[in-house]
């Protein structure tokens, strides 16, 4: 009986307990943008409460920092410190840059300025949805951790082409077999496909890297290459649709709260958090200056023309830029979601179906060989 329980009480720690903290590793790294999401949304739902009760933001962020709750993390206390210790908002976020994403505190910053607070915290709420979109395509990539770019994979391969295909290439060459050119082109050509393997795999754990870093990571990307970081991500359709939708939001706020076009273009760029889209909204705003119309500016930052025909509408509408434009923000977000899914899917097919071509190839190497040596052995 003793026995029993002691292999009982081994089997647990051996083999279960690795199990169960594996399975809680994968839940906890990702559901990380949804954790992130969650935060941003307490916060803000903080910063409107506190604005309905006539609080100020400092205050309100105090208040709450004296509570001692914890579910806004350990950033949230470090920036109550911060506003404590005399700073205002804007500043205090700037020196706690990982707490929210970048588009957050550049939307606050534009609510402080203006005075147009509670349709800017609206806008800020927009977000909330993307973090839902970095776990779908997350749940696509898991296929490609079993399937595709596993490093066991690449370990059995690395030992078939370096121990075991030679073995047998010697055994048909000493049975002077024929049929053996599939398996010496592997042979031949090993350090290629490995090459490309441990790309691959080297790719997939970068964008691990990013998903689990979150602004954190893409911060230090862009300390490093902020040219590649921005123009990357610029380059992403779905990440330029999200673009396209805060711009929009902010700068219908700012429009509606009267303030002159290329103020209003300026500040809203700042909301996109990219580089690149800042520098053609800064053509937006020279052009403004030289007198061309705002519905004719906007063309430079919308290839598909669709944003100036949309403000062109609103402009002409009677219920404001904010309530024109907001079917068009939800068409972005959809439009941004359904391209990264149909991205990430393409993706995991084409891998597993590219992994699934190698293992069909290396399996018929081998029969192939086998049936050489077989012949052979048979007429020998």
Not at 25 to 33: D, E, I, K, N
Request: glycine share 8%; aromatic share 10%.
């Amino acid at each position: 009986m003793n026995a029993i329980a002691w292999g009982g009480g081994l089997w647990f720690f051996v083999c279960l307990v690795p199990i169960c903290g594996l399975f809680y590793a994968l839940y906890f790294f990702v559901s990380l943008p949804l954790r992130r999401q969650e935060r941003v949304r307490l916060f803000l739902d903080l910063l409107e409460t506190g604005l309905k009760q006539g609080h100020s933001f400092e205050r309100t962020i105090l208040s709450a920092a004296d509570a001692r709750d914890r579910s806004l993390g350990v950033r949230f206390h470090l920036l109550a410190a911060h506003l404590e210790g005399g700073m205002g908002l804007i500043q205090a976020l700037d020196k706690v840059p990982h707490f929210l994403p970048p588009q957050i505190p550049a939307m606050l910053k534009a609510a402080t300025e203006t005075g147009v607070i509670g349709k800017i915290l609206a806008a800020c709420r927009e977000q909330l949805n993307d973090g839902v979109a970095q776990v779908w395509k997350a749940q696509n990539y898991l296929a490609l951790v079993a399937l595709v770019v596993s490093p066991a994979w690449i370990f059995i391969f690395w030992v078939l082409t370096i121990f075991v295909f030679p073995k047998y290439l010697a055994i048909a060459a000493d049975l002077q077999a024929t049929s053996t050119g599939l398996l010496q082109l592997l042979e031949r050509h090993k350090e290629l496909l490995l090459s490309c393997q441990l790309t691959l795999l080297a790719l997939f754990y970068f964008g691990v890297f990013l998903y689990v870093g979150g602004p954190r990571a893409m911060s230090w990307l862009d300390k490093i290459a902020p040219a590649l970081a921005d123009g990357l991500i610029f380059r992403l359709p779905w990440r330029r649709k999200r673009m396209q939708r805060n711009f929009s939001s902010m700068l219908a706020v700012l429009l509606d709260a009267g303030l002159p076009e290329a103020k209003a273009v300026g500040m809203a760029a700042r909301c996109a958090a990219n580089r690149n889209f800042q520098r053609r909204a800064d053509g937006v705003a020279a052009d403004l200056e030289r007198g061309l119309k705002l519905t004719e500016a906007v063309k430079r930052l919308d290839d598909s023309g669709e944003f100036h025909w949309r403000l062109t509408n609103a402009a002409h509408g009677g219920g404001g830029f904010l309530s024109a434009l907001s079917g068009w923000h939800d068409a972005l977000e959809a439009k941004a979601f359904q391209e990264e899914q149909a991205v990430a899917q393409l993706i995991t097919t084409a891998l597993v179906f590219l992994n699934g071509l190698l293992v069909g190839i290396l399996a018929v190497a081998v029969f192939q060989i086998l049936i050489a040596v077989i012949d052979a052995g048979v007429l020998w």
